[in-house]
């Protein structure tokens, strides 16, 4: 829906982030490896205990134990063994409760979290979890919303869910304009266009930078290419049942003597001989549409 690529910024350097740091904390394994004895031992797990124990030397205490997660993180990316990434939520936890403004520790933990095996241990609930005890503590930063946000995008794919939190971020102080059309985005991907046109709409109107009025448009273009697509899919589909199950071999057999639907850039409605299927044309300049995810 967007045609220039800042708004996907964020979501590229996220995706490009986690071999980055898998290097770098490598590297640092191999420079500063934990004691042996220590290795799966970790001697607090409340993070409530650990802060009345640090009592002033809670932010020193914090950059340990996030060393000792980037450790462990680094060291299991290279072993398997059944506990594999199993210390790593509980030291996260007690960085960040240490030092609820550990910026890094959320941002960072949340992706080493997320990520599927062999990287990580999958866990998006626990990323979602973190991200949302950062916003609890932070709750001007809208990065921590458009993360989780961006871990229902990338990962769990519940495109409704990412919508609602990245328009979520956009609302928060702060946030940058580009936002909002990603979750519009996001928003007609989950399957809730009406919501996605209120919001682009808005944006049309009420914009400041052209870039983002030109991608409002756009955006609306697209809803209504896919809502003619639903409604020329459903007269393919009554012209089949009324021939007995014979789909039509183009649109001059469901529309005789008449010209081919168009989008609003003008290219006309493809119709798939083999498949039945409706789409833009491949020279529409709307392409790619929005992949949508029915509702269950």
């Known amino acids: 829906m967007i045609g220039r690529p800042r708004p996907w910024r964020s979501l590229v350097l996220a995706a490009v982030a986690l071999p980055l740091a898998v290097t770098v904390l490598y590297g640092r394994e191999r420079s500063f490896p934990a004691p042996p004895q220590t290795e799966r031992l970790l001697y607090l797990r409340s993070g409530k205990v650990a802060d009345r124990l640090m009592m002033s030397f809670d932010v020193i205490a914090a950059d340990v134990y996030w060393i000792r997660a980037i450790q462990h993180y680094g060291r299991d990316l290279r072993e398997f063994h ?7 939520y509980p030291l996260l936890d007690l960085t960040t409760t240490l030092d609820p403004h550990f910026n ?28 949302r005890k950062g916003l609890a503590q932070n709750p001007t930063r809208w990065q921590y919303a458009h993360d989780i946000g961006f871990v229902h995008y990338w990962y769990t794919h519940d495109y409704a869910q990412a919508g609602e939190w990245f328009t979520r971020a956009a609302a928060m102080p702060n946030a940058p304009p580009w936002i909002q059309p990603l979750a519009a985005l996001t928003m007609a991907q989950g399957g809730d266009r009406e919501g996605a046109r209120v919001l682009l709409e808005n944006l049309a109107r009420d914009a400041s930078e052209e870039y983002i009025r030109n991608a409002a448009l756009r955006g609306l273009a697209q809803l209504k290419a896919l809502n003619a697509i639903d409604q020329l899919q459903e007269i393919v589909e009554a012209y089949a049942s009324k021939h007995g199950g014979r ?13 081919a639907p168009v989008d609003a850039t003008g290219a006309p409605f493809v119709l798939d ?7 833009v044309s491949p020279l529409s300049t709307l392409r790619p549409l929005p992949v949508v995810q029915r509702r269950r």
């Open 104 to 131: 890094i520790a959320y941002r960072f933990g949340a992706i080493f979290l997320a990520a599927p095996a062999p990287d990580g241990p999958g866990r998006t609930d626990l990323a979602i979890q973190l991200l």
């Open 82 to 88: 059944p506990d594999r990434f199993g210390l790593l």
């Open 273 to 279: 001989p083999k498949t039945h299927t409706v789409d």
């Open 247 to 259: 789909y039509p071999g183009g649109w001059n057999d469901v529309f005789p003597g008449g010209a």
